[in-house]
């Protein structure tokens, strides 16, 4: 091999390296994007799910009076006439500091 062209072949691997690593635009910024890339179309696609989910839900709560019941029931302690609403409420230690208030 003559000594230019080992010169020639040692040009080209340095800037080989350096389209690989090196500026703004390197195959190492690439990947790395690539990757994020990914993770944001994952993050997407759950945020996807969960909008689908609360349409549905949003959806029952418009059209479905067994939702709105449920619902009613369940985030406002509504009750029926004639029914009994029973609270439990969790035993306080002697040590705790916030003890719960007690019902009247």
Known sequence: ???ARLIAVAAAVVLAGLAFQAGEYGMLDWLKLRSQLAEERRAVR????QLDSLQRLAHALETDPAAQ??????QFGMIRKGELLYRLVPTVDAGDENPAPTPR
């Open 1 to 3: 091999m003559t000594r």
């Open 46 to 49: 759950e945020l996807e799910r």
């Open 69 to 74: 019941e449920r619902a009613a029931r369940e």
